[in-house]
């Protein structure tokens, strides 16, 4: 029972408390003629973190593994293996010494104790605490503070030093955060990804910030489910079950991190974070938006290969009405009529046909890329752009239709 032997985690970034601590308490012990005790903390990795109020893993925390070893203090057989705190109402807490062996601590949990009694001078007063002393030999002693170091010879001032390492190991290192969730919690990004698509899929699209007016933005969602004690759990559960959201969850990661180093800034950035096994809750926002990249890509895909099937439509003159999807918006130079400028634009519908339809327009309002819309035209001709055949339509008037899905 020579040696002693404590192990627990810390948050990574209580390490140098802990060191501090462990330094203090040495020094104190010292000064008593014991022993220093030894420090180890090992490299950082990320442990599991759970709401305090729930339960609930949120997401993961840089943690340390902390090793307190060393000597037990010991003098001729003698060692003190426990505190024995005794309040008015003759209850008695049994407080073992940090790092005993498990034989020893069990051994020593179901020892007989009397209140107040110490067999040093066999006196029966009040006392707060008292101490069990074991001997080599097996023999168990009840002291008395006073009596402790001269029946043992142990110094009690540097015995209590040392428990300090066991008030150490059981310390609420989440106290300081307040009832909130610590600064430096990470969330893995597959779950990020995840509940965002299942979110969609919910919602029926992605929502931006920009959007808040009318509905409440996808990343607020997203926070929600990992950060809010209000969310229901059936919500939870809703998006938990939504059986598509991982499938969508890893390709629109696989998306995010091919653009990681093009000279799309956006794309770059979503791709540094998608790369990372977890993300800062602060970088949520931009790491929920990739789904909307990725959904922006596959019908900007979808749309050119159903374009590789466009067939001119209608004949020189003719007055069409189509229901199509605008795939593109584009600013054109504005035309200049003496002190007048004329705003000039170039937007592109697509039919459900794959068939492509091109707009010159100079009206002072038109549809956004993505909106379902119908359009009336007449005409103009019929070209080529690629191997795309285009219908170039003129004099158009657009009805919005609801939007689609995203």
Avoid at 30 to 54: E, M, Q
Wanted: contains cysteine; proline residues 5%; negative net charge.
């Amino acid at each position: 029972m020579n040696s002693a032997a404590m192990r627990f985690d810390v948050p990574a970034a209580e390490a140098g408390h802990v060191r501090q601590l462990v330094e203090a308490t040495n020094t104190r012990a010292a000064v008593h003629g014991l022993t220093a005790y030894s420090l180890d903390i090992s490299a950082p990795f990320l442990a599991d973190y759970k709401d305090p109020l729930d339960g609930r893993v949120v997401g993961q925390r840089p943690t340390v593994t902390v090793t307190i070893f060393g000597e037990i203090p010991r003098h001729s057989g003698w060692t003190v293996v426990a505190r024995l705190d005794h309040d008015d109402e003759g209850e008695t807490l049994l407080s073992l010494f940090p790092g005993l062996p498990d034989q020893i601590a069990q051994e020593a949990s179901g020892q007989r104790v009397i209140e107040n009694f110490c067999h040093g001078c066999n006196i029966a007063r009040h006392r707060t605490a008292t101490y069990l002393a074991r001997h080599d030999s097996g023999e168990y002693r009840q002291l008395g503070t006073t009596c402790v170091e001269p029946y043992t010879g142990l110094p009690i001032k540097g015995l209590e030093a040392l428990w300090r390492f066991g008030r150490l190991k059981d310390s609420d290192w989440d106290s300081a955060t307040g009832g909130g969730f610590p600064a430096d919690l990470r969330i893995p990004v597959a779950e990020v990804l995840r509940v965002t698509a299942a979110i969609v899929a919910l919602e029926g699209r992605f929502y931006s910030r920009s959007e808040q007016w009318a509905k409440s933005p996808t990343a607020d969602g997203v926070e929600a489910y990992f950060f809010s004690r209000k969310a229901s759990m059936e919500w939870r559960a809703a998006i938990d079950a939504e059986p598509d959201a991982p499938a969508t969850a890893a390709a629109v990661r696989e998306w995010a991190v091919q653009g990681y180093g093009s000279l799309n800034d956006y794309h770059h950035k979503v791709g540094q974070l998608a790369k990372a096994e977890t993300v800062n809750p602060r970088h949520l926002p931009t790491l929920v938006s990739a789904i909307a990249g990725w959904h922006r890509d596959q019908e900007k895909a979808a749309a050119e290969r159903a374009a590789k099937n466009s067939t001119p439509q209608g004949t020189k003159g003719e007055r069409l009405t189509v229901t199509a999807t605008v795939t593109t918006v584009i600013e054109l130079d504005e035309r200049h009529y003496g002190y007048h400028a004329q705003r000039r634009r170039l937007i592109k519908f697509q039919d459900a046909s794959g068939n492509v339809y091109v707009w010159f327009s100079s009206a002072a309002n038109v549809p956004d890329r993505g909106d379902e819309v119908e359009v009336i035209g007449t005409v103009k001709e019929h070209s080529t752009y690629g191997e795309v055949t285009q219908t170039v339509l003129t004099r158009c008037r657009v009805a919005a239709r609801e939007p689609v899905a995203a």
